[in-house]
């Protein structure tokens, strides 16, 4: 097999790779939206949430997509992004298992998960702030 051959068959298997990565929760947020987005949802909230370059904000923080929210950090807990990815009652179950836990769980009187949703809210918090990346992450600066 000739080099350039070979430069295409890695290349194409790098861009798998990726693509399927990126393609692992689709379903966990196909699964979000129909269970939460309806026509009486907070039009913002809607858009926001249906959105492809904001929509992955619902679960995860900054830019890179290993890094969760605490509300994907509870899902996360619940679901396994290859094994549950087919299987919709097992994410509509987490989904509904998760909105039922306090943002703050040292406090009983805090909103849950599926309170702020309702309120037309991102449930790991406002989208300025989920956007940001988290502490740490953002500093590759050398002291």
């Known amino acids: 097999m000739s080099r350039f051959a070979i ?7 790098i861009v798998g790779g990726f693509a399927r990565e990126a393609a692992a929760t689709p ?3 196909k699964e979000f939206v129909k269970l ?16 492809k370059k904001t929509g992955c904000f619902v679960c995860h923080q900054g ?9 994907g950090e509870e899902l ?4 396994d992004k290859k094994k ?3 299987k919709p009652k097992k994410i509509i179950a987490a989904l509904k298992k998760v909105a039922k836990i306090h943002t703050d769980s040292s406090d009983e009187n805090s909103p ?11 449930p790991g918090g406002p989208l300025e702030e989920v956007q940001k990346e988290p ?3 953002e500093t590759d600066q050398q002291e």
């Open 7 to 13: 430069l295409w068959v890695v290349g194409g298997l």
């Open 27 to 29: 379903p966990f947020h």
């Open 36 to 51: 939460y987005i309806t026509e009486d949802t907070d039009q913002g909230f809607a858009e926001i949430v249906k959105n």
């Open 63 to 71: 830019k890179k997509r290993k890094n969760h929210n605490p509300y």
């Open 76 to 79: 996360e807990e619940l679901l």
């Open 84 to 86: 549950d990815r087919k």
């Open 112 to 122: 849950t998960y599926g309170d702020l949703i309702q309120a037309g809210k991102l």
């Open 135 to 137: 502490e740490g992450e």
